[in-house]
């Protein structure tokens, strides 16, 4: 496809300016809202590694009706890093997942999907920093060890929210889990970053 001076200009038009803590002015999608936090224990000049999407209700949209009051008590759990959004956003790809994998019970991956990422809301702001001040494709040494203890935390998280939801027998939980850690583990490409996982 060849650009002509119009629709690069056109196309240019569809970013805006966004200041960063460091006054240090970027480029982004005009259609995108992002904030950065008011306050962090982190230095200002690393503040944006801690810019997010605010939640919006029009995001639960995504998220399917039979699910919906689940996703409402699991969102505080989810403000860390953008989750909110990020999960919301990926909920249509469950079916996705379902005509891949006939045999998963829709129930499970779609609970799942709504856990995999809580465990961000236990991780601190340093911690957040390390898991994204990468460059290229695989995060360093330095930036799996937080993303290794969200995926730790998030597994107890899921399984200790489902166990006080009542009705879930061991096997189920025990699914759940898995399944929860299957999408961690799909996310990063499938790279295992936790040796001890059995």
């Known amino acids: 496809m060849v650009r002509t001076p119009e629709s690069l200009a056109q196309s240019f038009d569809q970013f805006v300016d966004f200041i960063l803590p460091t006054k240090e002015i970027v480029k982004i999608p005009a ?5 950065i936090p008011s306050q962090s224990s982190l230095e200002q000049k ?9 939640w919006e209700d029009k995001y639960l949209n995504y998220v399917p009706k039979d699910y919906q009051d689940f996703f409402n008590q699991v969102l ?22 379902i ?3 006939p045999s998963a019970d829709q129930r499970v991956v779609n609970i799942a999907f709504i856990l995999h990422d809580i465990g961000w809301s236990k991780i601190s702001d340093e911690e957040i920093c390390k898991s994204l001040c990468y460059k290229g494709p695989m995060p360093t040494s330095s930036a799996r060890g937080p993303k290794e203890k969200h995926e730790i935390i998030g597994k107890k998280m899921a399984y200790q929210s489902e166990k006080k939801r009542g009705g879930t027998t061991k096997k189920s939980l025990f699914r759940l889990t898995n399944t929860v850690t299957m999408i961690i583990f799909d996310s990063y490409g499938g790279k295992n970053f936790n040796s001890k996982r059995n």
């Open 76 to 97: 505080p759990h989810l403000h860390s890093r953008t989750t909110d959004v990020h999960t919301a956003r990926c909920m249509p790809f469950v079916k996705e997942l």
């Open 31 to 35: 259609d995108i809202k992002l904030k």
């Open 46 to 54: 690393e503040w944006h590694y801690l810019t997010y999407i605010p």
């Open 99 to 101: 005509q891949t994998y």
